[in-house]
């Protein structure tokens, strides 16, 4: 059983390695990144002049530091999460779900496969999307007169946390392929999510004190735990984080509670 | 001989599938033997390839079961060593190539890279391994899902319509190649929707009409049954039918159609060329041979027999001969009686 689980992470392995769209999408996400992230830090850099108030957030302060550097998950993470949907659904669209389960017919084990090359994927992301972030934002920081504190260790325990976030979230992709199966389906469900339903909820739940505690709970907010730091927990009203491990429980729970539901339903269905 | 712990035997055992209101497989029980090249065949919409995926473990059947060497495909120790299936020819990612396809299930078959070059090689695309699948022929796809059948070196190969968008020359080649896989030892089963494409390459025929089985035997007895169908022409239809009947012979008459091929409830377009521009030596019947109102023809017996039975009733005879059916128009007559006989 070990054997053929391993041979499973092999083919998946060499499916990922003969297609080129991982990494198209890790380039763009760099560009992305790096680009979206030195820009905001410029827009910190410049702020103090054009409204200088007396809780004016400044790049000296840690927080706001750390939520630049980290910027890589929240801008990036629709990134591994649409490489672990595509890693199940173009085998529904091209129809090679057939060889892939005459090769493998446990199908489980395919899936356990699709799940852990995700994962190793997202965290390559996570360095990338990462690096990104703080190589884009530590210049301007530093060009701007202020301290890039590259040297905090606090910083890079963030940094890492934030990889992990970023493979967790790949692994909600492969759930959420598993579950919809339609490729353009659960591209408009994640971005429909990520850009518009999240953002609302935390936003909405975030405005009375009795629901400020569900927020926590969103994925987006789960994965800003991770990094320790949110740009939307900056000002007098900051709503919470978890701890960051509560906040890697919660996405890993995301993503266990996906793969079950389609390993144990979308996923045995018949394959026509 | 592939080496390998499980025989080649293919048993269908009352197999039923439901996909939801439709009936796709109708208790369908029928056996493959090792050593001989079976041809599956039904029109579109028979039930073949669903009978396929259950046996190949892709669908799950109802009631019933599909096995190979006695244990079903999902319980083989490594399947794709065992058997070899060609299902849809395009099931590929169109990015990768050719060979890196192969690769790739080569990876998950558990045997050496090298085994990809083998079949490229067999299959003779060599020369186009390394170019992106989506960018190939449909003749190209077809060789290519056959290189995928053949990399476990399987003892059973189950191909769906293989010959589909093969040149002439492919479709002679693919013949004389399953032939030898079957000399061999191996189970062949080839499914397809035209009798004429397969009928040189097959041994046994099981026929499939609604998800029912219609007839399972070998091509040769297939073929006495095309050889035993009389056309009788009488002004006195009716009389020449009674008469038939209680002689105990299988007779209907042939007017509906002209040349007496086809049960009036299937559409047009089901025969053979019809469907996908797919041609076959069985269009080559002249169009004069229609029938006069009156044609009769009878299965399973010699114009000796029939013309006894008229004479000793005493029914005037205008034409008695064998039909001379090809094997196309006994297949598409067996397939098409299905429908009448539910009916009744």
Partial sequence: MIGRQLIALRAEWLKVRTTRMWWILLLVMVGYVGFTAAFIAFAFAALPQAAAGPVAPSLDDRTILLAIYTLGLPLGYVFPVVLGVLSITTEYRYQTLTPTFLGEPRRGLVLNAKLLVSFVIGLAAGVLALGASVGAAAPVIALTGHAAKLDDPLIWRSLAQACLGMALWAGIGVGLGALLRNQVAAVVVIIVFSQLVEPLARFGLNAWSATRDIAEYLPGAAADAMAGASLYNIGATAPQLLQWWQGGLVLAGYAALFCLLGGRITLRRDVT | ?344
Wanted: proline fraction near 6%.
């Fill in chain 2, 1 to 344: 001989m592939p080496s390998g712990e499980v025989s080649g035997r293919i048993e269908v055992h009352e197999l039923i599938k439901r996909f939801g209101p439709v009936l796709a497989v109708d208790r369908l029980s029928f056996t493959v033997e090792p050593g001989r090249v079976t041809g599956f065949l039904g029109p579109n919409g028979a039930g073949k390839t669903t009978t396929l995926r259950v046996l190949l473990g892709l669908v799950t059947p109802t009631a019933g079961s599909a096995t190979i060497g006695g244990r079903r495909y999902q319980d083989l120790p490594s399947p794709q060593r065992q058997v070899g299936a060609l299902l849809e020819a395009s099931s590929f990612h169109p990015g990768r190539t050719g060979r890196d396809h192969l690769r790739v299930l080569a990876e998950t078959a558990g045997v050496a890279a090298s085994r990809v070059d083998e079949v490229l090689n067999i299959v003779g695309l060599t020369a186009h391994a390394r170019r992106r699948a989506g960018g190939f022929s449909m003749g190209m796809r077809q060789r290519l899902g056959l290189a995928a059948a053949l990399l476990g070196d399987p003892r059973v190969l189950v191909l769906d319509e293989p010959a589909n968008g093969l040149d002439p020359e492919g479709i002679r080649w693919m013949r004389g190649f399953l032939r030898t896989l079957a000399g061999e030892g191996r189970t062949i089963l080839i499914a397809s929707h035209v009798l004429s494409e397969v009928e040189q390459t097959v041994d046994d025929v099981v026929i499939i009409a609604r998800g029912r089985l219609v007839r399972a035997s070998s091509l040769a007895e297939l073929a006495a049954t095309a050889g035993r169908t009389v056309h009788v022409v009488s002004p006195n239809r009716d009389a020449l039918l009674a008469a038939l009947a209680g002689a105990g012979l299988a007779a209907q008459p042939a007017e509906d159609d002209p040349r007496g091929l086809r049960g009036p409830s299937v559409p047009a377009g089901e025969g053979p060329g019809g469907q996908r521009g797919r041609s076959g030596p069985a269009e080559e019947g002249p169009d004069s041979q229609r029938g006069p109102a009156g044609a009769v023809l009878v299965e399973g017996a010699t114009p000796a027999e029939v013309g006894k039975v008229a004479f000793a009733a005493g029914v005037e005879l205008h034409e008695l001969r064998r039909a001379e059916l090809s094997l196309e128009e006994t297949f598409l007559r067996l397939v098409a009686d299905e429908p009448a006989r539910r009916a009744a």
